[in-house]
């Protein structure tokens, strides 16, 4: 999702994906349609290398797009026969593999950061097999019409049906569309822009820190956790049998084709629940809070090999591979872009704080209190508080968010307004013992913040 303001409006950009349901000969046009443009999309490519070989010449989307018209009168049964969005939804991509690549090219000249850091390779766009194109689409919502749950375009014959398993927001306008083929299925994703922000009733309690986990996929400073459905260990079996099958079979033949195929369905299951789940639990918190923070994870420091080197091997290395698969299941990264676009569309705020010993902090007094992982519980000496580990995070993770991010905003209604109070330093602690969490954590860290608290 994307927001984007114009002339005072804010525009929500979003995308909704249905299953397509073609006859027999609408499945051969589609496929057509695709083996099309593909090869457009490698003659546009050839295109380009050979004008810059010969000639030093560099061709933009521009040309390629007039020369589509040329395309277009040579071949009426072929290129002519489809709507010109179709085409040049093609020429854009290959602009895109350009522009990335030039993108990554000079950042390698000015010694930045490599887009692909474990080869270290620029990447020039390459020429697509069968097995590397499964999409086409139109550029802009031209030349094809949605009509009654069906689209119907150009080259198709007959109404293309939607499986429509929710519909599109009343006043909602289609910008553009992509067809993907998924193993033997197709599917449309249509791109649709809202042009006002989802208000939301919100609970009390408008304020929370999230703290991700293994253990449990998060952990509210509400004291709330959110059960890890282990959906990975679940398929694991079946998609190591698949994996074996796989191995053994010749390469070449029918049976190892049907076994990559089995083996490409049950990974898209995968995927597929795990991203339901994600969606289902950031809309219930979009839903419930107005004001998300949540930890900036080093996902990729986190889901390092402890092999080392043979100098220096590493130690435990089966756990940590362990600990990785468990870390990648949960997709912690996928979780924390699903809130931050579902909190500003409900109109709400989002934020995101250092990570650092927020575990291993106290939330009640700020005494670091250092523990293994295998800890699983927070006990601090100094004030006596004993929660859990996990929920002691999410604590840590509310207390810097009012602290950093949203210091400029004050509690209200349990909604934070904008406030032009200064912030003193921070004073000293404060007993919890005689407070309930929820009026320590909405008001006293409020104060203790330096924020004017207003009830």
């Given at each position: 999702m994307f927001l984007f303001r114009s002339l005072g409006k804010r525009l929500v950009f979003l995308t909704y994906r249905y299953g397509l349901r073609p006859t027999r000969l609408q499945y051969a046009a589609l496929e057509e349609i695709l083996e099309g443009q593909r090869l457009l999309y490698n003659a546009a490519l050839e295109e380009?290398?050979?004008?810059?070989?010969?000639?030093?010449?560099?061709?933009?989307?521009?040309?390629?797009?007039?020369?589509?018209?040329?395309?277009?009168?040579?071949?009426?049964?072929?290129?002519?026969?489809?709507?010109?969005?179709?085409?040049?939804?093609?020429?854009?991509?290959l602009d895109d593999a350009f522009a990335a690549f030039l993108r990554r090219a000079k950042a390698k000249t000015t010694n930045a950061k490599r887009t692909n850091a474990k080869t270290g390779k620029i990447g020039f766009p390459r020429f697509r097999g069968k097995g590397r194109w499964r999409s086409f689409g139109f550029a802009e919502f031209s030349g094809i019409r949605l009509i009654k749950q069906a689209l119907v375009f150009k080259g198709l014959a007959g109404r293309l049906k939607l499986h429509v398993h929710r519909p599109l927001p009343a006043g909602a306008?289609?910008?553009?569309?992509?067809?993907?083929?998924?193993?033997?299925?197709?599917?449309?994703?249509?791109?649709?822009?809202?042009?006002?922000?989802?208000?939301?009733?919100?609970?009390?309690?408008?304020?929370v820190g999230i703290g991700w986990g293994v253990e449990?996929?998060?952990?509210?400073?509400?004291?709330?956790?959110?059960?890890?459905?282990?959906?990975?260990?679940?398929?694991?079996?079946?998609?190591?049998?698949?994996?074996?099958?796989?191995?053994?079979?010749?390469?070449?033949?029918?049976?190892?084709?049907?076994?990559?195929?089995?083996?490409?369905?049950?990974?898209?299951?995968?995927?597929?629940?795990?991203?339901?789940?994600?969606?289902?639990?950031s809309a219930a918190i979009a839903r419930r809070f107005g004001s998300i923070a949540v930890e900036k994870l080093q996902i990729k420091a986190m889901t390092a090999s402890a092999k080392g080197t043979l100098d220096r091997p590493g130690r435990q290395v089966r756990q940590k591979a362990g600990l990785?698969?468990?870390?990648?299941?949960?997709?912690?990264?996928?979780?924390?872009?699903?809130?931050?676009?579902?909190?500003?569309?409900?109109?709400?705020?989002?934020?995101?704080?250092?990570?650092?010993?927020?575990?291993?902090?106290?939330?009640?007094?700020?005494?670091?209190?250092?523990?293994?992982?295998?800890?699983?519980?927070?006990?601090?000496?100094?004030?006596?508080?004993?929660?859990?580990?996990?929920?002691?995070?999410?604590?840590?993770?509310?207390?810097?968010?009012?602290?950093?991010?949203?210091?400029?905003?004050?509690?209200?209604?349990?909604?934070?307004?904008?406030?032009?109070?200064?912030?003193?330093?921070?004073?000293?602690?404060?007993?919890?013992?005689?407070?309930?969490?929820?009026?320590v954590i909405h008001a006293a860290l409020l104060v203790r913040c330096g924020i004017k608290f207003m009830c």
């Open positions: 380009r290398i050979g004008a810059w070989q010969r000639c030093g010449k560099l061709i933009t989307r521009v040309d390629q797009s007039k020369s589509l018209t040329t395309v277009r009168s040579d071949d009426p049964q072929g290129y002519g026969s489809v709507p010109v969005n179709l085409s040049r939804w093609t020429v854009y991509r306008a289609i910008r553009c569309c992509v067809f993907t083929r998924i193993g033997r299925s197709w599917s449309v994703s249509l791109q649709i822009d809202v042009a006002d922000v989802h208000t939301v009733r919100r609970e009390a309690g408008d304020l449990s996929l998060a952990t509210l400073s509400t004291d709330d956790r959110i059960e890890n459905p282990r959906f990975g260990a679940e398929a694991a079996s079946k998609i190591g049998r698949s994996q074996r099958k796989l191995a053994r079979a010749k390469k070449g033949s029918r049976r190892r084709q049907k076994t990559k195929a089995h083996l490409a369905r049950l990974c898209r299951k995968l995927a597929d629940r795990r991203k339901t789940r994600l969606h289902q639990v990785n698969r468990e870390i990648l299941d949960t997709s912690p990264g996928m979780l924390i872009a699903m809130l931050r676009y579902k909190a500003e569309r409900a109109g709400g705020r989002f934020a995101v704080v250092e990570a650092s010993n927020t575990s291993q902090e106290c939330s009640g007094c700020g005494s670091l209190v250092r523990k293994d992982l295998k800890v699983r519980i927070h006990r601090c000496a100094h004030c006596k508080m004993e929660v859990h580990r996990d929920v002691n995070a999410a604590r840590n993770v509310l207390k810097r968010a009012v602290a950093g991010p949203w210091s400029g905003f004050a509690a209200q209604d349990n909604v934070l307004v904008a406030t032009s109070a200064k912030r003193p330093q921070p004073s000293c602690g404060f007993q919890t013992e005689t407070l309930p969490y929820q009026i």
